[in-house]
């Protein structure tokens, strides 16, 4: 392997681009762990806000404790859902 390809091969592996700076690349890696808290501050949140409900309230909105945390962190499958509207 010569050392452009080499070269080539490593910046590909780091997500790198011949012309972009190692600045460019320090902001992208600080915004994409920005993105991440910010995630899983949401899911937090959200996951808080299920487990105040008490249990018929869950019960109306067809989920168990059990399944809490299944559902703040990937929302309802659709065949969760009638075709009725039953749940």
């Not at 899911?43 to 018929?56: E, F, N, P, V």
Request: glycine content about 6%.
């Amino acid at each position: 392997m010569n050392g452009s390809t080499f070269e080539s091969w490593m910046l590909a592996a780091l997500g790198l681009d011949r012309d972009e700076s190692w600045r460019a690349v320090l902001a992208r890696s600080i915004k994409r762990r920005i993105a991440q808290i910010r995630e899983n501050r949401r899911l937090r949140r959200d996951l808080d806000i299920l487990l105040a409900l008490d249990d018929h309230q869950l019960a109306d909105i067809g989920l168990g404790r059990s399944e809490l945390e299944y559902a703040a962190l990937h929302g309802r499958r659709f065949s969760d859902t009638s075709a009725n509207g039953d749940r």
